[in-house]
């Protein structure tokens, strides 16, 4: 069996009186693709920023390996280099080369020295088809060349995990596809992926486990197959009755 890396253990999130996550709990193991569908709303990137650190859970825990990351001493830029993330607005740093992009953490982080940070980078640009642009500034880049080169940023940490939240939704539509093509040969690959999208064809083809989610709570949960066939749920089957629709 495949060893469990991230556990999210009756995770709870509020934000003042508005309780935005409730009991949330599952586990991703190593080489898992779970998606995460649902509403707007519905609390997923508040959940994905639960897990990377960005938001303090109310209650609940998550574990990494054996370490309850959500308790004292943990280094949160060093946990963030084995739990990536890639955000629906790239945030790529906007003064800095795509190079200076994908070397930066791998410095000051990692503490890796310039050559090998360098070609680490170039390692990564090259597997999402960016390598031709190491010197350009994110300005000069489309948004579909953008979110590749944030994606080869996050790889070039040599994560064990990647959290995408919704990576297409801020793309133009003929770009959606090369941002996702590179997610799927990642997956391929055996990369470990929680993936937050609207891309119900994505979720069914190449996820593992896909999480729905809605008012703070998973609604239902399961194989793709078997969720996006034959879903229990009214709130599941009403969702996705919107996505066939289109
Ligand atoms: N920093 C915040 N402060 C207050 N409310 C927030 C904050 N972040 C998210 N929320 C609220 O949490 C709920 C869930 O938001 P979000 O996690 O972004 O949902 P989704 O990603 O599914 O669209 C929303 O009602 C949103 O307004
Ligand atoms: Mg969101």
Redesign the pocket.
Known sequence: MAEPIIAVRHLSKS??A?V?LRDIDFTVSSGDVTTVI??????????LRCINLLETPTSGSVIFHDQDVTGRGVDPAAYRSKVGMVFQSFNLFSNMTVLDNCTVGQRKVLKKDAETARKNAIRYLEQVGMAPYINARPRQLSGGQKQRVAIARALAMEPEVLLFDEPTSALDPEMVGEVLSVMRDLARGGMTMIV?THEMAFARDVSNHVVF?ADGVIAEEGLPGELFQDPKNPRTREFLARFREN
Do not use: H
């Open positions: 934000f003042g508005n935005v649902g509403p707007s709303g519905s609390g997923k990137s508040t959940l937050v989610m």
